[in-house]
C-alpha cells in the first residue's frame, strides 16, 4: 500500500493555507468540544486561534492546557493535517496585528476589514499552540 502522509513541507504547507479548522478540546465526563475555528499558522511555527476569553472554548483551554486542530479539503483528492499540542501563550489580541490580520485572511481586504470595524473584538484572546504530534493524509499521492 502507497504512504498516504505527507512530508513536513508538504503538511506544514498544507496548514498554513487557508482552510477553516475544527478545534478539539478535552472535557470531564464528555466527548471533546469540537468546533470550527479561524486560525493562522506559519511553517516551523506556532498555531493562533482568537477566542472570546468568557467562552466555553477558553475555559476548556485554559484547563486542558493543549488542543487539537484539524483541516481538510473537501474536494477529491482528499487530504488532512491534524495537529495537537501543548498552549505555549495565552494574550489579549492586537486589533490590527490578530484580528485585522485573521479576518483579511478569511474574508480579504475589504470584508476583513469591515468585520473588524463593525466587531466588538477588544475583549478577544490570543491562544498559540506548538504543535508536537502531526498526522496527515494526501489521496492524490501516485498509486493511491
Not at 470531564?28 to 479561524?38: F, G, N, R
Not at 476569553?53 to 477529491?76: H, I, M, N, W, Y
Request: hydrophobic content about 35%; glycine content about 6%.
Amino acid at each position: 500500500m502507497t504512504n498516504l502522509a505527507m512530508t513536513t513541507d508538504e503538511r506544514e504547507a498544507f496548514l498554513a493555507a487557508v482552510h477553516v479548522g475544527v478545534l478539539s478540546v478535552a472535557r470531564k465526563e464528555k466527548a471533546p468540544l469540537t468546533v470550527p475555528i479561524w486560525y493562522r499558522y506559519e511553517p516551523g511555527g506556532e498555531l493562533s486561534i482568537l477566542i472570546d476569553p468568557d467562552s466555553l472554548k477558553a475555559r476548556l483551554l485554559a484547563r486542558a492546557g493543549r488542543f487539537s486542530l484539524c483541516v481538510q479539503t473537501e474536494v477529491v483528492p482528499y487530504r488532512y493535517v491534524s495537529v495537537e499540542g501543548p498552549i505555549v501563550e495565552t494574550r489579549q489580541v492586537d486589533r490590527d496585528a490578530d484580528v485585522r490580520t485573521m479576518a483579511r485572511r478569511y474574508l480579504g481586504k475589504e470584508l476583513g476589514d469591515q468585520y473588524v470595524e463593525d466587531g466588538d473584538d477588544e475583549s478577544m484572546i490570543c491562544v498559540s499552540m506548538r504543535p508536537e504530534t502531526w498526522y496527515s493524509v494526501d489521496y492524490g499521492r501516485p498509486g493511491s
